[in-house]
């Protein structure tokens, strides 16, 4: 059956082209950005026009198996559903630079359906995902380039003062700069411990509350981190970066290099 288009989603995108390919060719995000969408991805195959993925949806069960075919210079990219649920359908991206860090980006479904009815309830349900997505992409990237941002250099002191320890407790979490990083302050069973708040994998946030057994989770792909070792706790095999020691020091709470 041939395609009919169904739904046009267009927005202006407040990333740069390099954020927008780095995010399209990202598949591993998919469950993590955007678990509310998304139950499991896994990678099949890759190739020079993008890669090929088996993807779960929440309250599906079966998978679809998509393909990506992206434009050398990201000015446009299609996602085609080989199988599973909605086989045969594309959704086809046009992207245009506005300024360096603002993208014009025109997003529209393609289905095998010729229903008229039909068409429009699968297009209103495709823009109301589309919108959230790329709500949920654009934080990223923005978040993306500010973490790529040369940082002031500075001097790591051998202690720093956080404040007495009642007060630093009542701000828990607790973020501060030492040195040229930038760290947490947390309570783990009882005991303050200090973290790096930048996912080594992406620089993405460490910002959530560590779980019972003190792990952090990044939220653009999941990765998990041991709060007071630095170490990975998903066996993917990435560590933290070394963070100063927090003692507490006549009621107040010092970091130490």
């Known amino acids: 059956m041939a395609l009919n288009l169904a739904g046009t989603y267009v927005r202006e995108v407040q990333a740069s082209l390099a954020r927008i390919r780095e995010n399209v060719l990202d598949w591993e995000h998919l469950p993590?950005?955007?678990?509310?969408?998304?139950?499991?991805c896994e990678l099949v195959d890759s190739d020079a026009d993008g890669w090929r993925i088996r993807l779960t949806g929440q309250g599906r069960a079966a998978p679809q198996v998509q393909k990506l075919?992206?434009?050398?210079?990201?000015?446009?990219?299609?996602?085609?559903?080989?199988?599973?649920?909605g086989a045969g359908s594309e959704i086809r991206v046009a992207v245009t630079a506005r300024a360096?860090?603002?993208?014009?980006?025109?997003?529209?479904?393609?289905?095998?359906?010729?229903?008229?009815?039909?068409?429009a309830a699968i297009g209103k349900a495709f823009v109301a995902i589309y919108e959230t997505l790329w709500d949920e992409?654009?934080?990223?990237m923005r978040a993306r380039e500010a973490a790529l941002a040369p940082r002031k250099k500075?001097?790591?002191?051998?202690?720093?003062?956080?404040?007495?320890?009642?007060?630093?407790?009542?701000?828990?979490?607790?973020?501060?700069?030492?040195?040229?990083?930038?760290?947490?302050?947390?309570?783990?069973a009882g005991t303050l411990a200090a973290h790096s708040i930048t996912c080594p994998h992406w620089l993405g946030p460490l910002i959530g509350a560590p779980d019972a057994a003190g792990v952090v989770t990044c939220p653009w792909h999941g990765y998990r981190f041991d709060v007071a070792t630095g170490c990975s706790?998903?066996?993917?095999?990435?560590?933290?970066?070394?963070?100063p020691t927090i003692r507490i020091e006549r009621g107040r709470v010092v970091?130490?290099?």
């Open 32 to 40: 993590a950005l955007h678990g509310g969408s998304f139950a499991a």
């Open 69 to 85: 075919y992206i434009a050398y210079d990201t000015s446009a990219y299609r996602v085609v559903t080989e199988s599973g649920p």
């Open 100 to 119: 360096p860090h603002l993208s014009h980006v025109v997003v529209e479904y393609h289905v095998p359906e010729a229903d008229p009815r039909k068409l």
């Open 137 to 140: 992409d654009e934080a990223m």
């Open 154 to 188: 500075a001097a790591t002191p051998a202690l720093l003062f956080l404040g007495e320890e009642a007060d630093v407790r009542q701000q828990l979490p607790l973020a501060f700069d030492f040195g040229a990083g930038r760290f947490r302050v947390v309570d783990i």
């Open 233 to 243: 706790a998903d066996g993917r095999g990435l560590r933290l970066a070394p963070a």
């Open 255 to 257: 970091a130490c290099a």
